[in-house]
């Protein structure tokens, strides 16, 4: 009733054309003004009288990049290598959900054979999982493939059901090379059901002096390897017309700006992947797949040891800023990994777990 008298009195309306609206011309300009000036003041004078004016020394020294900072990723002979880390595999019997376990699924975790990648690879083959290993040296990637089912033996001795672990080669920014390595692992392992996405490097150089060669290169490993990966096993699942669920591997440099490093181009990549994650989420949510984010801190691979040796005064400057008080570990990561991959989290999507000891809340 009240919609047909809305009908009824909107046909009463009168609307004029345009062309029959009149403007009154006026030839004054106001002129703009404000009450405040338009720039910051120097409001040093108003300091408390115990504090020295011109003493400016220590302003912005705790929040500001150094360009003198600047570190550049090794070449892949130069890389330190990782193990897997020790006694986390063996067979226990605390009590806990059944639903944090990954048996019977198969996992591509790329950037596998090394850092937090490899961690995050045995985390999946300790909850179960088989797991492809995807890096762009094949060689370090069957050694660690090797490593990690040889750990699993030793520590589950006399295991019937024995996880399978290979190794491929891709080079994530190139299209060809993506569908080539998905091809082979669907053809070893038969399915995919989850992704982590751990490939991926930084660097620390001032913004201007940036080799934009090398920005373009941190962005293809970091962006466009995260997404064509992503997309391809999206698209095995929805041809298969199956669930599953992916991990990108972010940073708390996506949200917040690190110092006193410069690394625009990282921090710009990993907000990047975070939204990516968060856009992917939503346009595959019809399809079951679930897509979220780990933001790690401050990690002590042994890529981080290694320049942390060459740069101690940056192991000082980087934890003062942890309300821990101390950097992470690559297995803090584990527990993480493993929950966001599983159906414990499995009303969860769009998230971004950030694993980095408080960094970003202070």
């Not at 094949?138 to 520590?155: C, P, S, T, V």
């Not at 897509?291 to 400057?317: C, F, Q, R, W």
């Not at 990561?333 to 989290?345: C, E, H, K, N, R």
Request: charged share 20%; glycine share 8%; hydrophobic share 40%.
């Amino acid at each position: 009733m009240f919609l047909a008298g809305a009908l009824a009195r909107s046909t009463k309306t009168v609307f004029r054309p345009i062309a029959a609206l009149t403007f009154k011309p006026t030839n004054t300009l106001r002129p703009i003004t404000t009450s405040t000036k338009l720039y910051k003041e120097d409001k040093r004078s108003s300091l408390p009288s115990h504090i020295d004016p011109n003493d400016t020394t220590h302003e912005g020294q705790f929040s500001r990049t150094d360009n003198k900072v600047s570190i550049e990723y090794p070449e892949e002979h130069d890389l330190p290598p990782s193990v897997p880390v020790q006694g986390r595999g063996a067979i226990h019997f605390k009590r806990t959900l059944s639903s944090f376990s990954l048996e019977g699924r198969s996992c591509v975790v790329t950037g596998g054979a090394r850092g937090l990648g490899l961690v995050m690879s045995q985390a999946c083959v300790i909850s179960g999982a088989d797991v492809a290993l995807v890096d762009l040296n094949k060689e370090e990637g069957q050694r660690q493939a090797d490593q990690l089912m040889q750990h699993f033996h030793d520590e589950n001795p006399g295991a019937e059901n024995v996880p399978k672990v290979t190794s491929h080669y891709a080079d994530v920014a190139n299209p060809e090379s993506v569908n080539a390595a998905l091809a082979e692992i669907i053809k070893d392992h038969g399915k995919i059901d989850h992704l982590v996405t751990s490939a991926g490097f930084t660097e620390n150089f001032d913004a201007i002096t940036y080799p934009f060669d090398r920005v373009k290169k941190l962005w293809g490993v970091n962006v466009d390897g995260t997404y064509l990966f992503a997309t391809g096993v999206a698209r095995h699942l929805m041809e298969r017309k199956a669930q599953g669920s992916m991990v990108m591997i972010g940073s708390m440099s996506g949200a917040v700006v690190n110092v006193p490093q410069p690394q625009a181009p990282y921090n710009a990549a990993k907000a990047a992947i975070r939204h990516l994650a968060s856009s992917l989420a939503v346009e595959w949510a019809h399809a079951g797949i679930r897509v979220n984010v780990i933001s790690p801190g401050y990690m002590l691979t042994a890529l981080t040891k290694k320049i942390l040796d060459d740069n101690p005064e940056l192991y000082k400057h980087w934890t003062s800023l942890i309300p821990v008080g101390k950097m992470g570990e690559p297995e803090d990561l584990m527990g993480a990994v493993t929950y966001l991959l599983s159906d414990a989290s499995g009303y969860v999507t769009g998230a971004d777990l950030r694993v980095d000891g408080g960094y970003t809340v202070t």
